[in-house]
């Protein structure tokens, strides 16, 4: 299957103030990618989570618990969370309003095919690539086993990495892209919790590069500030 490469444009967000009142339903579904607005840093909307539970304790690995079987179960959970969060807003991605696979900064995210080519294409088309090569991931027997006493495949880690940079533009593009319909819909402080849980685990079993991160780094400063 394919691959993932990301090229930052040249634009910068500046630090321009949307107010609740700005958020109205004839904007919904109109991609950001132009606006240079980052709504998710603003405060009344970066400290909104549905829990405050230890997110480090709940993403070490546990005493005796294999490392490839903790990385494996929570690929599959947080696959699992990632697909359902990007369906439920899946009806504002579209090839008209989100023409590119794009997060912060305008950051354009290219699939990479069988051949190695790389393909610029709209963002549900990224996406959908991307959930589909996970998924044929998951459900391979070689690379996910699923019986007693399997053995996990030499560069399963390096696989994890990929699913993870993959699930983290996901939810970079949904940041950048859907933010307004996150909040419309009241799915902001799902989409904080989820994004924290994830940054942190990545971050304990080094899943991602400085690189990968960078275009939500912001976030992830401004949400470990909120403790």
């Known amino acids: 299957m394919g691959g993932c490469h990301s090229y930052p444009s040249a634009t910068e967000a500046d630090g321009k103030t949307l107010q609740p009142s700005d958020i109205s339903s004839d904007k919904l579904g109109i991609n950001n990618n132009n606006q240079e607005e980052r709504p998710y ?3 009344q909307y970066v400290c909104q989570r549905i829990t405050h539970t230890d997110m480090f304790a709940l993403t070490a690995l546990p005493p005796g618990v294999d ?3 903790w990385l494996a179960s929570n690929t599959v959970a947080f696959f699992k969370h990632i697909n359902l969060f990007s369906s439920a807003l899946s009806e504002f991605c579209t090839p008209s309003t ?3 696979a794009c997060g912060p900064g305008n950051t354009v995210y290219f699939w990479t095919d069988d051949h190695g080519r790389k393909l610029k294409c709209s963002a549900p088309l ?3 690539y991307a959930m589909s090569y996970i998924q044929e991931l998951l459900t391979d027997e070689d690379v996910f086993p699923t019986k007693a006493g399997s053995v996990f495949p030499n560069g399963f880690v390096f696989l994890v990495q990929k699913v993870f940079l993959l ?11 859907h933010y307004r319909e996150a909040l419309a819909m009241g799915l902001h402080p799902h989409l904080n919790t ?3 849980h994830l940054t942190l685990f990545c971050r304990q079993h ?8 960078e275009p939500l780094q912001d976030l992830i400063t ?4 909120q403790g």
């Open 194 to 196: 989820l994004f924290i």
């Open 98 to 100: 989100c023409p590119t």
């Open 222 to 225: 401004a949400l470990g500030q």
């Open 126 to 128: 990224y996406f959908d």
């Open 206 to 213: 080094a899943l991602l590069e400085p690189e990968d991160t």
């Open 167 to 177: 699930l983290f533009r996901t939810l970079a593009h949904i940041y950048w892209s």
């Open 67 to 69: 490392k490839a079987e």
């Open 41 to 43: 840093l603003q405060q």
